[in-house]
């Protein structure tokens, strides 16, 4: 079954460099989630779109930080300026719900590093 | 701050043997999940509990959300090799006036090794 996905999977940046990351839902979810995952830390929250709109951004760490939905489906996390403690995993969350037990299902995330 | 304390961090055990991972908060949860993580994979839901004193059963697995909606443990029976992961709790915080947050708020995890 199509479950979400992330592209690309793994990225090497150069400090100061721009980043795209995509995630592509589950068909059908209306809200959508992206997290920052530190190497051995649980995942942080960064923003949250239902559908088009993005109605929490207040984990997004700098303003370099950016993520949009247009289509209220796929969606893009632009990281702007990147810098060395960019590097983490950044996950992509769904759900079908938008309020209830919270239940999100993940992508399988995008390794980002940055040099 | 960390506002689900997850404990113990990190648990090698031998197969066989029984284990609980724990789940403390200060803050009320409207509801609870359970990650299990692979390595260079994203979370995999393994259940979710709404109702305080919720307890629910997966094969080897049982799962126990606490009363006053604040904590949760996991407890793994006669653990197996293929239980080896980074086991993550997740709360929905409870707004005051009812309903829930849409973000999860995680624990730092508890990377279980099993060993044959």
């Known amino acids: 079954g199509a479950g979400v996905s992330q592209s690309p999977r793994y990225k090497v940046a150069k400090r100061g460099q721009d980043v795209a990351l995509r995630c592509d839902p589950i068909s059908g979810h209306v809200s959508l989630f992206w997290y920052q995952q530190a190497l051995g830390q649980g995942p942080e929250f960064l923003t949250y779109?239902?559908?088009?709109?993005?109605?929490?951004k207040s984990g997004l760490p700098s303003d370099r930080f950016f993520a949009e939905r247009p289509e209220g489906s796929v969606s893009t996390l632009k990281i702007q300026r990147t810098q060395q403690e960019d590097s983490a995993v950044y996950l992509c969350a769904s759900s079908f719900l938008v309020v209830g037990p919270g239940e999100q299902y993940f992508g399988p995330g995008t390794r980002l590093t940055v040099t | 701050t960390q506002l689900l304390e997850q404990s113990p961090q990190f648990l090698s055990i031998q197969e066989g043997e029984n284990l609980t991972v724990y789940c403390n908060s200060s803050?009320?949860?409207?509801?609870l999940q359970w990650y299990r993580q692979e390595p260079g994979e994203g979370p995999v839901l393994l259940v979710t509990v709404v109702t305080g004193g919720e307890v629910k059963k997966l094969k080897r697995l049982t799962f126990q959300f606490g009363d006053a909606r604040k904590d949760s443990s996991l407890h793994i029976t006669a653990a197996q090799p293929g239980d080896t992961g980074l086991y993550l709790c997740?709360?929905?915080?409870?707004?005051?006036?009812?309903?829930?947050?849409?973000?999860?708020?995680f624990g730092k995890g508890t990377k279980l090794s099993v060993k044959p």
């Open positions: 803050s009320v949860f409207s509801s």
């Open positions: 779109f239902q559908n088009e709109a993005q109605l929490d």
């Open positions: 997740a709360g929905a915080l409870r707004k005051n006036y009812g309903g829930s947050q849409g973000n999860l708020i």
